[in-house]
Structure formats: C-alpha cells, structure tokens
C-alpha cells in the first residue's frame, strides 16, 4: 500500500551558514559598525544582540535573507519579544520549531480526514504523519492539499513509497 511522511525538519547546517553570513555581513556594514551586532546559534536557538532595538531589528531582517536566499523555511522561526540587555543594548531569542507538535498533527490528520478521498488514513508516528492510502494518485492529491495550507510550520514530505 503506498505511503508517505509528513515531517517538519529544519537544516541545521544551512542555518549554520546563514548565521554566519550574518555576523560575517554585520561585522562588515558600515551602519553596524560599532554596534557589536552578533548571533549565537545554539541547539535550539538562535540569539541575536545588538547596541540598539533598531539595529537588532535591521540584524533580524538580515538573517531572514540570508535564510530565504538558502532556502530554510521562516516558519521555522519563533521570535521572542525585544529585551533589554546591559549597557542599554538589545537581545532577542529566537527558537527554531523543529518536529510537528501534538495540536499541528491533529489538524493535519483532521485536514487529511476532510479531504474526503477515499481509502486514505493518516497516523502520527512520534514527530511526524505516515499518510497512507489505496491510489498513488490520492496520496499526490493530500500533498498538493497540504503544500496549499498554511499550517504555520515548514512541511517536507518524505520516503514516498508504492
């Protein structure tokens, strides 16, 4: 019977390199020059710092270039509120949501249901959906549905099998 995988993965190592580009490109700047204009990738999060809110804010929009031009999803983003660090300078922590969460595999198996094609079902499995179903042809139809719907976190859709 075919199947397929729903998964919402982030590349860590095009993060990586995105981030640094960023502090590559905010160390080079002209207008964040003198501002101390980094960001920190750790596991799970990314921590941006700047001398002033508006710098922080032009350093965020310049990661989020960089992440577009090396194509990682901005959903994957979860940006926290501006804080005020020491000195008068700005931080701001950003969590990558990485796996589908209990509440987004309800509404995708809800979604999946609602399509109405018959023969398909859907299962979580841990982080991600197994979707199966009789017709190749259904399984291809519940992809181009999902890739219409915002659920508000990147979908990949793997190990596609007849």
């Known amino acids: 019977m075919p199947s397929f ?14 981030v640094d580009q960023t502090n590559r490109e905010a160390a080079t700047r002209y207008d964040f020059k003198n501002t101390n204009a980094t960001v920190e990738f750790k596991e799970t999060e ?6 002033t809110p508006d710098r922080l804010k032009a350093l965020y929009q310049v990661l989020e270039e960089k992440l577009v031009r090396r194509q990682v999803s901005l959903k994957a983003l979860d940006p926290g ?36 094609l018959k023969g398909v079902s859907s299962q979580t499995q841990g982080d991600q959906i197994r979707v199966s ?8 139809a519940v992809i181009a549905a999902c890739k219409e719907e915002d659920f508000g976190i990147p979908l990949q859709f793997l190990n596609f099998r007849d």
């Open 5 to 18: 995988d729903i998964v919402s993965e982030v590349d860590i190592q095009e993060l990586r390199n995105a």
């Open 46 to 51: 990314l921590t941006l710092t700047a001398s």
């Open 81 to 116: 509120k501006l804080e005020e660090a020491s000195k008068g300078s700005a931080r701001q922590v950003v969590r990558i949501k990485a796996g589908i969460s209990q509440d987004n595999a309800k509404k995708l198996n809800k979604f999946v249901k609602d399509l109405g």
């Open 133 to 140: 179903g009789k017709k190749r042809d259904d399984l291809q």
